[in-house]
């Protein structure tokens, strides 16, 4: 029986996240905005995007 592994960091409020041999992923809490093949890119798009800030719901 295999156990999950995860890799995760955290880079301008975004989570940049890969499971098992899976692609990398840049996601917020409550949503994935892309997928990458290696970790320098999703590491990359994060760095351009604005920072993230989670905000109160109303």
Known sequence: MSVPL???MH??????????????RVCTKDDRLASF?????????????????VRARP
């Open 11 to 24: 880079l301008n409020g975004y989570d940049i996240v890969r499971v098992n041999s899976g692609p990398w």
């Open 6 to 8: 995860l890799n995760k």
């Open 37 to 53: 093949g290696s970790r320098e890119q999703a590491m990359a798009y994060a760095a351009t995007l604005p920072g993230y800030k």
